[in-house]
């Protein structure tokens, strides 16, 4: 009932060709084995692609236990895994062939970024300083307009959201690039199966590292 309300029910009658098919096996495993990989993301709770609301398919995570605050470092990871989609198109099919799937995740890993720095105060330069938006810091159309700071700082907010994505990028790629059987075999069983269960997902990333140049610590 919660992934009908949370992205929408199954789109049955949307045909995807098998290159689609394929492309989005691969961004759903990109997502699932940055999250699955990365120590402070939530664990994975289920992978499909199966067409849902506006969605090619669509990666799930959630959390053991209810949670009341969210870390600096597990945002990151959040960025992260946001982008494992994006960098598992770049690294599988090259950078050239991003596709607007990958463009989606962008957009909401920015969103993501921009509440961090302006309504949470998690940004390098602007630690610890809040510049609340009426908006809630997560629509774009009210970035310039009515903004409780000068343009100086906002130039610095966006150096800091910019800073937060390519450091999210920048692991996403280095969890892909070490992980490529992984990457592979978790792309053929959502090819084989379309929808696979976090003990299925476990299973078959049991033998994923955390390269060195994604770990925070």
Same mark, same amino acid.
């Given at each position: 009932a919660?992934?009908?309300?949370?992205?929408g029910?199954?789109r049955?009658?949307?045909?995807?060709n098998?290159?689609e098919?394929?492309?989005?096996a691969?961004?759903?495993a990109?997502?699932?084995l940055?999250?699955?990989?990365l120590?402070?993301?939530?664990?994975v709770h289920?992978v499909?692609?199966?067409?849902?609301?506006?969605t090619?398919?669509?990666?799930w995570?959630?959390p053991?236990?209810d949670k009341?605050y969210?870390? *600096? #470092?597990?945002?990151?990871d959040v960025?992260?895994?946001?982008?494992?989609? =994006?960098? $598992? !198109?770049?690294v599988?099919?090259?950078?050239d062939?991003?596709t607007?799937?990958?463009g989606n995740?962008?957009?909401?890993a920015?969103?993501?970024?921009?509440?961090?720095?302006?309504e949470?105060?998690?940004?390098?330069?602007?630690r610890?300083q809040?510049?609340?938006?009426d908006?809630g810091?997560?629509v774009?159309e009210r970035?310039v307009h009515?903004r409780?700071?000068?343009e100086?700082t906002?130039? *610095? #907010?966006?150096?800091?959201?910019?800073d937060?994505?390519?450091?999210a990028s =920048?692991r $996403? !790629?280095?969890?892909?690039?070490a992980?490529?059987r992984?990457?592979d075999a978790?792309a053929?069983?959502l090819?084989?199966?379309?929808?696979l269960?976090?003990?299925?997902?476990?299973?078959?990333?049991?033998d994923?590292?955390l390269p060195q140049e994604?770990?925070?610590?």
């Open positions: 919660f992934e009908k309300v949370a992205i029910p199954e049955k009658t949307k045909v995807m098998e290159a098919k394929e492309l989005t691969y961004h759903e990109g997502h699932a940055v999250g699955h990989v120590p402070d993301s939530d664990p289920k499909t692609i199966i067409p849902r609301g506006g090619g398919g669509v990666t995570f959630l053991p236990e009341n969210t870390s *600096l #470092i597990e945002f990151k960025l992260a895994r946001a982008l494992g989609g =994006r960098m $598992a !198109e770049k599988r099919y090259g950078s062939r991003i607007t799937g990958a995740d962008l957009r909401k920015t969103e993501i970024a921009r509440d961090m720095v302006i949470q105060g998690m940004g390098r330069k602007l610890d809040v510049f609340h938006e908006a810091g997560l774009f970035i009515d409780p700071y000068s100086d906002a130039k *610095l #907010i966006d150096e800091e959201v910019a937060l994505i390519q450091e =920048r $996403a !790629e280095a969890v892909i690039v992980n490529p992984a990457l978790l053929k069983a090819l084989e199966e379309e929808t269960e976090e003990t299925r997902v476990v299973e078959l990333l049991k994923t590292k994604a770990a925070l610590y």
